[in-house]
């Protein structure tokens, strides 16, 4: 007997379709209020929903595989034309000769990611010439070309007509980039091209293992719907827009939704990706995908890599952990650096914080008052002109990295390095970080001597970098007194320099420190003023030193 396909509303819950499913051996077909199916959902998925508490969830938010919706609606522009109306003609140029090379191994391409998302966004704006930096391809080659990385085939195929371009080739995971630098015509754009693939993560946080895959399968893979749309640059017999998961619905109603369940489980950093894009585009976390984040953050999937690998340390039996964690610390580290280099990264921080997502960071690592306090702080640090933080190497300490050291200072003590170490920053941050509580001991006495001459012989061993951190994180009278020094006292020139003693007859040997250091401290308290008044101090402090005879 022929069986029914069971359908059901998007606004089913999971624990519904879960009974549904007790009487059913397919997958549940989904429909929206309108009737129109937009995806499926497999018992595999209804009880994995469950699993992580989603049972009074809608099943519109666990669909594992949803049909293209909005493509067949009249209204569909033609994204190719669309797309050409939009950029740069010679970026045109380049799609289309990767294209046409794609088309000619009988391959299809996609322009996929931020690029179709940020066109799509752009779309009511009336400028052209959109500015891309970054474009990603996806190449689908069907089974012929599953173990050749049809990606890395096509990369090398470009390059020998844009040889200006540098070629990268990430074999293991059937990547290659195509990167310009400093090009007349395309600046610093950088073109990712990849093989249509999809990832299965070993396990939780692991580096995902590739396997060859189609389009949809590809995009399934990725963060949020708004970037799961993918424009097909090869022929194609009409839809050119891919949207299998509603990311342009997500566009309009400006909001960040994940694929799946199990999205942030697998990939951790996404937490801080679903918040970035959301603050930067002022869209809202759609609230499953919110309740997706608490329950990732709540499983401690950061805290469970960092114990295993610990556990690994003593363990070297257990290789494999070893090459996961870095890879998870890496991606995090990098978001970290994206987010606290942006114009919006203190709301962006904020938003984490509410998310409890900080503990990704640190799970001691908690936001209050102080810690505001103290990040705006090291903005006004940072905007004095005279103060110059600088790394070992002389280069400018990055403002990521600056701002990265303040949340991390937050941090008891004794986890402070060790957390700067996970994040694989500098070793001067960790060095830093270490000796932070040191030097906030010895500090505190700077300004037990009301002397200008006393703070400095405190505040003087230390670099720039640790006096700002320390200032932003004291309490007013330090603060005052470590800016005074860097803006002030620390440019003060002694008015006679060794050169000048032994003009004035004075023999080098053990006194002439001792010597300099008083006038010094005599200019920094305000006894002397020139270099006359200097002579009298000599005068009146040195006189065991005779005047040379003429
Ligand atoms: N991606 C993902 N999960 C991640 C990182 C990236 O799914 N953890 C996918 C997304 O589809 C994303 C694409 O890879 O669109 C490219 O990533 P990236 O360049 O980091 O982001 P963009 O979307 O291009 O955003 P941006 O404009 O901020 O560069």
């Known amino acids: 007997m022929a069986r029914l396909i069971d359908t059901i509303r998007f606004d089913t819950t999971i624990a519904e379709a879960q009974q549904i499913l007790l009487h059913s051996e397919s997958d549940l077909v989904i429909l929206d209020a309108a009737g ?3 995806g499926t959902i497999s018992r595999r998925d209804v ?8 049972s009074r969830g809608a099943v519109i ?71 891309i930096e970054d474009i990603d391809l996806v190449v689908d080659g069907g089974d012929q070309a599953a173990d050749a990385g049809a990606g890395v085939e096509l990369a090398r195929s470009l390059q020998a007509q844009y040889p200006q371009a540098r070629l990268e080739i990430h074999a293991k995971f059937q990547t290659a980039a195509l990167l310009w630098h400093d090009d007349p ?20 946080a692991a580096n995902p293992a590739v396997a060859a895959g189609s389009i949809q399968q590809d995009l399934y893979r ?3 719907t708004i970037n799961a749309l993918a424009i097909r640059l090869t022929h194609s017999r009409g839809d050119d827009l891919l949207d299998f998961f509603g990311g342009r619905l997500d566009l309009q ?44 953050i709540a499983s401690g999937i950061f805290q469970q890599v960092r114990v295993r690998v610990s556990a690994d340390e003593s363990a070297p039996a257990n290789p494999n952990f070893r090459a996961v964690t870095p890879a998870l610390q890496t991606r995090l580290r990098s978001e970290l650096k994206y987010v606290l280099q942006t114009s919006y990264w203190l709301p962006a921080l904020h938003q984490l914080a509410d998310l409890g997502a900080l503990t990704c960071i640190h799970s001691s690592l908690k936001a209050d008052a102080h810690l505001w306090r103290q990040l705006r702080g090291g903005e006004t640090a940072m905007r004095m002109s005279n103060v110059e933080c600088r790394m070992a190497n002389g280069n400018p300490l990055p403002v990521w990295l600056f701002r990265l050291e303040i949340l991390l200072a937050h941090l008891p003590p004794e986890h402070r390095a060790e957390a700067a170490a996970g994040l694989q920053l500098p070793v001067e941050t960790s060095d830093r970080l270490k000796k932070l509580a ?54 003060i020139k002694p008015p006679l320099n060794g050169k ?9 040997g053990a006194q002439f420190k001792q010597i300099l250091e008083a006038l010094m401290n005599a200019k920094l308290d305000g006894e002397i003023r020139d270099r006359a008044e200097a002579e009298v101090f000599l005068q009146q402090n040195f006189p065991l030193f005779l005047k040379p005879t003429e």
């Open 47 to 54: 009880d994995t929903a469950a699993h992580y508490g989603f």
């Open 36 to 38: 129109d199916r937009i």
């Open 185 to 204: 015509v395309f600046k610093s754009l950088g073109v990712d091209i990849a093989t249509a693939r999809t990832e299965f993560y070993p396990y939780p």
């Open 253 to 296: 109603t400006k909001q960040i939704r994940v694929l799946h369940a199990n999205s942030f489980i697998e990939d951790p950093t996404r937490i801080y990706r679903a918040v970035r894009f959301a603050v930067r585009l002022g869209f809202t976390i759609e609230p499953q995908t919110e309740q997706l984040i608490r329950y990732a």
């Open 61 to 131: 938010g666990h669909m594992t595989v949803q049909h293209q919706r909005g493509q067949d609606s009249d209204d569909a522009p033609h994204f190719l034309s669309f797309l050409r109306s939009r950029l740069a003609p010679d970026l045109w140029h380049l799609l289309t000769v990767a294209a046409n090379q794609a088309e000619a191994r009988g391959w299809q391409l996609f322009l996929v990611g931020g690029a179709v998302r940020d066109l799509l966004l752009n779309s009511q704006n009336e400028f052209d010439n959109l500015l």
């Open 438 to 491: 040191a030097a906030e001991d010895n500090l505190s006495t700077a300004f037990l001597n009301p002397l200008p001459s006393h703070s400095v012989q405190v505040l003087k061993f230390y670099d720039v970098p640790m006096l700002v951190l320390v200032a932003v994180r004291s309490d007013s009278t330090l603060r005052k007194i470590i800016w005074r020094y860097l803006t002030d006292w620390s440019l």
């Open 222 to 224: 990725r963060d949020f």
């Open 500 to 508: 000048a003693l032994k003009a004035l007859g004075y023999k080098p």
